[in-house]
Nanobody, 121 residues
Framework: QVQLVESGGGLVQPGGSLRLSCAAS????????MGWYRQAPGKQRELVAA???????NYADSMKGRFTISRDNAKNTVYLQRNSLKREDTAVYYC???????????????WGQGTQVTVSS
């Protein structure tokens, strides 16, 4: 069984900072892409950023320069950093990982349960 557990969400004031973490655990042989998505109220889930095992990153155009994604392969953990938060960053943030389990030839996508980030004064 594979689990992705996010942490670091909560209530943040406008202009504040955010650092989300997502740790993958279970019978994991390898992890390729890890990423962050978000879903604001009344909107579709959208990509924030993704990072490959080698460290190359991909940001949604609207997120470039605003978020920083990183990962620690030894810990199977991906991070998302955002400074100068705005009210429009309010959303549920979801972690995603494309990984292989032991005993499987194929990769599959896994999702965390989501962590709420609310930017409000």
């Amino acid at each position: 069984q594979v689990q992705l557990v996010e942490s670091g969400g909560g209530l943040v004031q406008p202009g504040g900072s955010l650092r989300l973490s997502c740790a993958a655990s279970g019978r994991i042989r390898s992890i390729d892409d890890m990423g962050w998505y978000r879903q604001a109220p009344g909107k579709q889930r959208e990509l924030v950023a993704a990072i490959r095992s080698g460290g190359s990153t991909n940001y949604a155009d609207s997120m470039k320069g605003r978020f920083t994604i990183s990962r620690d392969n030894a810990k199977n953990t991906v991070y998302l950093q955002r400074n100068s938060l705005k009210r429009e960053d309010t959303a549920v943030y979801y972690c995603n990982a494309n990984l292989k389990q032991y005993g499987s030839y194929f990769s599959s996508d896994y999702w965390g349960q989501g962590t709420q980030v609310t930017v409000s004064s």
